[in-house]
Structure formats: structure tokens, C-alpha cells
């Protein structure tokens, strides 16, 4: 309900503690009611983020099997629930090699996918903190190359504007921005990124440190959020929100600053009325 409280109109959930290994199994009573909320305030689509734990590259053969686990119930409590994208970080590889790891990653969603149907996998960018895997766009092609080539679960991106600024990429400056979205599209293919997780950052331009903040009150600022709302190659994907709630109705404020930044006011469908191009 709080989705529709304050205006928006997609929805991420974690459908278990996102620092817990258990998860509880789902209550019929609220996957019912999840689904009638949905209906009545056309919340589309359901977005499920995976547990932070779930490390796919990690070499500890424990730590890797409780993993794969983890995320095969991900897949099935999004599954149950009915949501469209499950979005996962490709994990930490503790020194290795990208090289080294990916086939690692891809095996891990391969078994861990089985059997499953009508969720697509979202692989999400990272800030490249230590020895994270997925800041470069690079590692994120070469681990969707593989895995399509072991599971027929269909497999996209999700691109985090935060880590995008953490990582390196220049996306407050408009030349910035288009050379940003033109490497996107040549490695990963855009009609690849499904969902966009709109976040200012508190940390600067290669800092390699994922800090989110409230919309234009990071180092990206309100202009190229505004750009990026109005940009005609991202007019199918999905914006969510996942800034920090320190007072109350700090989710209100940050998504009415964010449709007012969307042409004609609706984040939702920004492109019908986008006027400038990237």
C-alpha cells in the first residue's frame, strides 16, 4: 500500500530479509493481497531485489551453495508472487579474476533457474567497491552471454544510477551521459535494460563507494536525473527509487521531486511527452 500512498506506480519488494539466510515460506493470504493491490492501483511492474547475502562468484564451496540456494528461492517466492524481474548482484570474487568468475556466476543461475517460468533475471550494475564483479559493462555482458547459453530463463540488466557515478561513468555532464549510454548500448544492448534504479549518490564520480541519496542531493543533482527522464532510448524501462527514508515522508517528497522532473509529470509515462533526446 505504501507504493500507492505516495504516488508511484512500479514497485520493488524484498520478499525476505535482505541480510538473513532463512526465509519464511509465503502466505497465500498475502500473496492474495499483494496481487489485489496491484490490480486496483495498476502497480506494474513487481520488481523482487535478491538477498545481499547471495554471492554467486564467492570460491567457499559453503558459502556458494547456500547462495544458489538463496537465489533459487528468490525465484520461487517471485514466481508465487507474480512479479515480472528479479534483480541480483553478481557477487564478490575476492581477488579472482572477472575471467575466473563468471562462469562461476552463470553456472550458479543456471541451477538455481531451473524450472522456472515468467521471471526474468536482472543482472545489476555495481559501484566496484573491493572485489566486486559488474562495475565494468564488460562483466555484466560476459556473465549474461554465458548463462543464456545454460538456462532458457530469460536474463536482462538493471542499471543503478548511483553505482553508474561511483563506478566512473559520467552521467551528470550531457556529453557525459550520451557517451555513457552509447557504451551501454554497444556492450549490453539497451533493449536489454529493463529497469533503472533512479538514485543520487553521496559519494563522487569514481569513488567506487555505493552510498545512495536522496534525488538532487548528491554529486548527480536534479538536471540529469531531468535528462535521463526525458530520454527517448530509455522510454520503456522502469524507474524505482531506492533512496534513504530518514524523516517521515521522505518517499513522498523524493517521488514528487522525481515526477516533477519527468516530462509532463509521470515517471511512469515520461516518453509519450519526452521532448529532448540523448
Given at each position: 500500500m505504501r507504493a500507492a500512498e505516495i504516488g508511484a506506480n512500479t514497485l520493488q519488494v524484498f520478499t525476505a530479509s535482505p541480510r538473513m539466510w532463512r526465509a519464511r515460506p509465503t502466505d497465500p493470504k498475502?500473496?492474495?493481497?499483494?496481487?489485489?493491490?496491484?490490480?486496483?492501483?495498476?502497480?506494474?511492474?513487481?520488481?523482487?531485489?535478491?538477498?545481499?547475502?547471495?554471492?554467486?562468484?564467492?570460491?567457499?564451496?559453503?558459502?556458494?551453495?547456500?547462495?544458489?540456494?538463496?537465489?533459487?528461492?528468490?525465484?520461487?517466492?517471485?514466481?508465487?508472487?507474480?512479479?515480472?524481474?528479479?534483480?541480483?548482484?553478481?557477487?564478490?570474487?575476492?581477488?579472482?579474476?572477472?575471467?575466473?568468475?563468471?562462469?562461476?556466476?552463470?553456472?550458479g543461475i543456471r541451477d538455481a533457474a531451473e524450472g522456472i517460468r515468467g521471471v526474468t533475471l536482472l543482472l545489476?550494475?555495481?559501484?566496484?567497491?573491493?572485489s566486486n564483479v559488474g562495475s565494468?559493462?564488460?562483466?555484466?555482458?560476459?556473465i549474461r552471454s554465458l548463462a543464456t547459453t545454460l538456462t532458457t530463463t530469460p536474463i536482462g540488466y538493471c542499471l543503478d544510477?548511483?553505482?553508474l557515478l561511483a563506478a566512473g561513468f559520467d552521467i551528470v555532464s550531457p556529453a557525459g551521459l550520451r557517451a555513457t549510454l552509447r557504451q551501454a548500448d554497444a556492450v549490453l544492448g539497451l533493449e536489454h535494460v529493463r529497469v533503472i534504479h533512479a538514485n543520487d549518490s553521496k559519494t563522487p564520480l569514481g569513488s567506487r563507494v555505493d552510498r545512495h541519496a536522496k534525488i538532487g542531493e548528491g554529486h548527480i543533482g536534479l538536471e540529469p536525473f531531468r535528462r535521463l527522464l526525458a530520454c527517448r532510448k530509455l522510454r520503456r524501462m522502469v524507474f524505482i527509487s531506492e533512496t534513504p527514508a530518514e524523516r517521515e515522508g521522505d518517499e513522498r517528497r523524493n517521488m514528487a521531486r522525481l515526477r516533477s522532473l519527468a516530462p509532463g509529470g509521470d515517471v511512469k509515462r515520461r516518453a509519450r511527452a519526452a521532448v529532448r533526446a540523448c
Amino acid at each position: 500500500m505504501r507504493a500507492a500512498e505516495i504516488g508511484a506506480n512500479t514497485l520493488q519488494v524484498f520478499t525476505a530479509s535482505p541480510r538473513m539466510w532463512r526465509a519464511r515460506p509465503t502466505d497465500p493470504k498475502e500473496v492474495t493481497a499483494l496481487r489485489e493491490i496491484r490490480r486496483r492501483f495498476d502497480l506494474n511492474p513487481l520488481v523482487v531485489h535478491v538477498n545481499y547475502l547471495v554471492n554467486l562468484a564467492s570460491a567457499d564451496p559453503v558459502i556458494r551453495s547456500q547462495s544458489i540456494l538463496t537465489l533459487r528461492g528468490e525465484f520461487e517466492r517471485a514466481s508465487i508472487i507474480g512479479a515480472e524481474y528479479l534483480v541480483v548482484h553478481p557477487g564478490s570474487s575476492k581477488g579472482r579474476d572477472c575471467g575466473e568468475v563468471t562462469p562461476a556466476i552463470a553456472e550458479g543461475i543456471r541451477d538455481a533457474a531451473e524450472g522456472i517460468r515468467g521471471v526474468t533475471l536482472l543482472l545489476e550494475n555495481t559501484a566496484g567497491s573491493g572485489s566486486n564483479v559488474g562495475s565494468r559493462f564488460e562483466e555484466l555482458h560476459a556473465i549474461r552471454s554465458l548463462a543464456t547459453t545454460l538456462t532458457t530463463t530469460p536474463i536482462g540488466y538493471c542499471l543503478d544510477t548511483c553505482h553508474l557515478l561511483a563506478a566512473g561513468f559520467d552521467i551528470v555532464s550531457p556529453a557525459g551521459l550520451r557517451a555513457t549510454l552509447r557504451q551501454a548500448d554497444a556492450v549490453l544492448g539497451l533493449e536489454h535494460v529493463r529497469v533503472i534504479h533512479a538514485n543520487d549518490s553521496k559519494t563522487p564520480l569514481g569513488s567506487r563507494v555505493d552510498r545512495h541519496a536522496k534525488i538532487g542531493e548528491g554529486h548527480i543533482g536534479l538536471e540529469p536525473f531531468r535528462r535521463l527522464l526525458a530520454c527517448r532510448k530509455l522510454r520503456r524501462m522502469v524507474f524505482i527509487s531506492e533512496t534513504p527514508a530518514e524523516r517521515e515522508g521522505d518517499e513522498r517528497r523524493n517521488m514528487a521531486r522525481l515526477r516533477s522532473l519527468a516530462p509532463g509529470g509521470d515517471v511512469k509515462r515520461r516518453a509519450r511527452a519526452a521532448v529532448r533526446a540523448c
